[in-house]
């Protein structure tokens, strides 16, 4: 099973940025597609970004054009780079791999918070 791990969360001013990693034990492109999704307090999962193995993404209505989904498939990192945040972006960020069999595995997620 394929191993998920954050980084990058913290605090930041509105306005400001960060970049999310998401290190993968085996090889990203060995999956059908890659993803972050976050959750605030009392409210669902959602997807922020997603990737395919063909390198098409999508993105969440809200985030879209201040964030940028990307990958290094040597490294087999996920990125997830946030512009312009706004207080409603904080949450939990977590990564998620999907494989051609529809199994999913999650991250344990990382921090967002953007608070002046």
């Known amino acids: 099973q394929v191993q998920l791990v954050e980084s990058g969360g913290g605090l930041v001013q509105p306005g400001g940025s960060l970049r999310l990693s998401c290190a993968a034990s085996?090889?990203?492109?060995?999956?059908?597609?890659m993803g972050w999704y976050r959750q605030a307090p009392g409210k669902q999962r959602e997807l922020v970004a997603s990737i395919t193995k063909g390198g098409t993404t999508n993105y969440g209505e809200t985030v879209k054009g201040r964030f940028t989904i990307s990958r290094d498939s040597v490294k087999n990192i996920l990125y997830l780079q946030m512009n312009s945040l706004r207080s409603e972006d904080t949450a939990v960020y977590y990564c998620?791999?999907?494989?051609?069999?529809?199994?999913?595995?999650w991250g344990q997620g990382t921090q967002v918070t953007v608070t002046s």
């Open positions: 085996g090889r990203i492109l060995s999956f059908y597609s």
């Open positions: 998620k791999s999907l494989t051609y069999r529809d199994q999913s595995n």
